[in-house]
Structures are given as structure tokens and as C-alpha cells.
């Protein structure tokens, strides 16, 4: 029976799709998930009146792990092709220079809300929430097909 059931998945998988061997894209948008999750998460608590300290500090830890990566989520011929489900421009990949700017932007956001949470200072990290969220703006505006 075991057997059987590794036949029917490995039968399941289609091409650029498994649950063993994720693909760079879904490598990418599983990433991206994540940190679409945490940067909410932390927009939630900080909508609070009395923001739980260790929510904040989670999400803002992943956000800034996620930000270390996004850079290596974009692999050359990891772009849009047959077959292919990406919202990623294939400019990307003809413009690097100017996605690795944008990259870095979001990434010295990240930095500047992490030095933020680091103060104490909730206003600090609510202001640096907005600058950061400009950042992921800013990328998804120039490299991101719109749905
Ligand atoms: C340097 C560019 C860049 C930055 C910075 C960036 N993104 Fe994105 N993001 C993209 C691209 C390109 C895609 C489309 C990826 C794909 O479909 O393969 C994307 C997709 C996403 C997705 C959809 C993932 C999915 O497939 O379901 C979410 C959510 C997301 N980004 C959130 C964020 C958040 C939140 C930030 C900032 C905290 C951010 N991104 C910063 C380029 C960027």
C-alpha cells in the first residue's frame, strides 16, 4: 500500500511543480507569502492600542530574515515562461540593476525598523512600518504584474 501511494503522487507531480523539488518560483513565492504574512501581522498589532512587544518583534525578525533572501529568490531563468505561473516582469532580469536597488532599499528598511524595534519606541516602529511598506510598493509597482 505504501508503494501505491508514492505512485499516485509521484503521478500527481506536473513539471516545475513537487512537493520534494519546489522550483525557484515556488521557492520565491512561498518566501514572499511569508513575508507578505509577517509585514500584515505587524500592521495588525501595531493598529492596537497596546501592542503585544513579542508580535512585534516576531514579525519584524522574519520580515528582516525574508529581506536577507529576497535577492536570491530571483534566480537567472526563474522568470515568466510556458507553463509558468509567476506575477514576476521578466524585466527583472534585463534590469537587474535597478531591481537590486529597489532590493536594497527594502532591505535598509528592514534594518532601519529592526533599529527601531530595538529603541522601544512604538512610534519609531510605526513610522518605519510605513517607510518600509513604501519599499515593497515602490518593487512591486516597477516588477510585479498587476492581477
Ligand atoms: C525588489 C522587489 C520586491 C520587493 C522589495 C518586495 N517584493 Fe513582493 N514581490 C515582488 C515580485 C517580483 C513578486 C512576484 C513574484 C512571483 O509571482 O513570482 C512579488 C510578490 C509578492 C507577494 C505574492 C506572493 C505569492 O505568490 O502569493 C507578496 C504577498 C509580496 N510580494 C509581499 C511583499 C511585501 C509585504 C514586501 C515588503 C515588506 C515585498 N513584497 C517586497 C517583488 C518585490
Redesign the pocket.
Known sequence: MAGLGVLIVLGAATPGRSQDNPSP?EM???G??E??????NLNDELKKPEPLRVMVKYAVAT?GR??AQ??G??PPG?GPGPGV?????PE?WTNRAV??T??A???K??GDLAAANGTGDLGAVRTQAKT??A??????E????ED
Open positions: 518560483v520565491r513565492q512561498a514572499l507569502k513575508l507578505g504574512t509577517a509585514f500584515k520580515i525574508d529581506a529576497l535577492g529568490w530571483f526563474s505561473k509567476t506575477h514576476a516582469k527583472i531591481f537590486d529597489l532590493n532599499n527594502f532591505r528598511a528592514s518600509l511598506g519599499t515593497c510598493k515602490a518593487c512591486h516597477k516588477f510585479r504584474v
